[in-house]
């Protein structure tokens, strides 16, 4: 993985000190934004946006309205990642479209991520944010007969503008490239999710958006372990 953007001076062990102001708080993981390559997509900060297409986050979201609206025209996100880089067939389907969707909304619009953000290339990137079992099997079993090329797609497709299978690879179902929902959700997207059992602090992609936001909590005991590690010196 990327060196994780926040901690990178710490990680990398060259003597450069983190300053005081920004990660030693709570604040500062809790209300910081994944930033998408798009203009006008991302907030600094999160906050309402009524209007949102994504519900879950329409009372306090990291992106803008119509950040995420376009997957579900032609499954192109923003010019920058495509769900359809295989032909065998034009859509993906309709489970698939809708679980696809909710997955692109909680990344670009949770305000619930700040622990596990870090810069990859030109992009924000997560890296093992808890991912609920139930969470992923939903996401798996909903897309599983899709097709793809290759099971990492950052890391091993070719990247000119979007994501497109590398010459001499081959398109099978996702079946045939991941044997299990754990391993469709912790590798498709270079590690940005690790599938925890629902019993210990997990994420969701979507909830009950008359009830508290679930993974407020789960963000909230991430940072307090980040903010105490780096107080020790024991970031790693």
Known sequence: MATILILCLVC??????????????????????????????SKTRPSPEPGLECPSFRKRS????????????NHVWNEMITYMHCPQKPRLSPECERLTFEQSCFYACSPNLGPWIYR????????NAPLCASQCNKWWDACKEEYTCHRNWITDMDWNGL???????????????????????STVFNGAYKVVPDSEPCMV???????PNPNTAVALEAAKKLVSQEANGKVN
Not at 64 to 71: M, T
């Open 12 to 41: 990398l062990n060259i003597g450069v000190a983190v300053p005081q102001n920004k990660t030693n708080s709570l604040g500062y993981y809790l209300n910081k934004c994944v930033t998408l390559p798009v203009e006008g997509a």
């Open 62 to 73: 990291c992106c803008y309205v119509n950040a995420v609206a376009n997957i579900l025209e």
């Open 120 to 127: 990859y290339l030109h992009f924000d990137a997560l890296d």
């Open 163 to 185: 994501n497109t299978c590398k010459e001499g690879s081959v398109c099978r179902k996702y079946t045939e490239f991941y044997n299990s929902s754990t391993d469709f959700c």
């Open 205 to 211: 992609f979507t909830f009950d958006t008359s009830k």
